[in-house]
């Protein structure tokens, strides 16, 4: 799982770019999902 989570990621981080705060939001808010995904799940 965490190998395509981090290729996930890697994917957003892609499309929104590094560059300016839009990639870490990305991350940010990636992070979140998926942490509440495992405590749902």
Do not use: P
């Given at each position: 799982?965490?190998?395509v989570?981090?290729s996930?990621?890697?994917?957003?981080?892609?499309?929104?770019?590094t560059r300016?705060k839009?990639g870490?939001?990305a991350?940010?808010?990636?992070?979140?999902?998926?942490?509440r995904?495992?405590i749902?799940?």
């Amino acid at each position: 799982m965490r190998i395509v989570t981090a290729s996930l990621l890697r994917s957003r981080i892609a499309r929104t770019g590094t560059r300016g705060k839009g990639g870490w939001l990305a991350v940010a808010d990636y992070r979140i999902r998926v942490v509440r995904e495992a405590i749902g799940a």
